[in-house]
């Protein structure tokens, strides 16, 4: 009479322990997966903070667009060549909340300017190319910005504020 040896041929009971072992790391990563997927921030949490990427090719120069981010509506103004002069032209003295125009601009790309579109006296939003100094005027009462978003004339104590952005290349900016 001869006997098998189990290393020869599989036996029914190695075949049960196989068997056995799968089932518990499937069952056992069924289980840790959405343990694990829960901990993750849900798609509308992500939105709200997440960077944006603008692409600035199809804005003409002397055109404005708006953008939302983190909820903020943000103007994207591509500034003709007066406006830079003007802009760059102003006494520091003349205004209510001094700033000069490099430091609201980046280095390079004078022609774009990027501005939280909420005014500063009470959180109205500004129309863009309007009121006496070629920028943002606020309808609710009268605050006036130029096309550096620097307060000119109004109740607003400050300038329009500049979101945290970054050129990716010479026609696109991620904004946050």
């Not at 959405?34 to 921030?41: C, F, K, T, W």
């Not at 600035?56 to 509506?73: C, H, N, Y």
């Not at 939003?125 to 920028?135: C, S, W």
């Not at 978003?149 to 026609?171: C, E, H, M, W």
Request: charged share 15%; with cysteine; net charge neutral.
């Amino acid at each position: 009479m001869t006997t098998a040896s189990s290393a020869d041929h599989p036996t029914r009971r190695d075949f049960l322990f196989v068997a056995t072992g799968a089932a518990a790391v499937v069952g056992a990563a069924a289980t840790v997966w959405p343990l694990v997927a829960q901990m993750n921030p849900d798609a509308a949490t992500i939105a709200a903070g997440a960077p944006i990427q603008v692409d600035l090719t199809p804005i003409a120069e002397g055109q404005d667009i708006k953008v939302f981010w983190r909820g903020k509506p943000i103007y994207i103004s591509h500034r003709t060549k007066k406006q830079i002069q003007e802009a760059q032209s102003v006494p520091l003295s003349s205004l209510p909340d001094p700033q000069p125009d490099s430091a609201r601009v980046k280095a390079g790309h004078d022609q774009w300017l990027v501005v939280i579109g909420i005014c500063t006296h009470l959180g109205c939003i500004p129309i863009a190319h309007e009121g006496n100094y070629d920028g943002f005027f606020c309808p609710c009462h009268g605050s006036q910005y130029d096309s550096s978003g620097r307060i000119r004339q109004g109740p607003a104590p400050a300038n329009l504020p500049v979101p945290p952005y970054a050129f990716l290349s010479d026609t696109k900016i991620q904004i946050g």
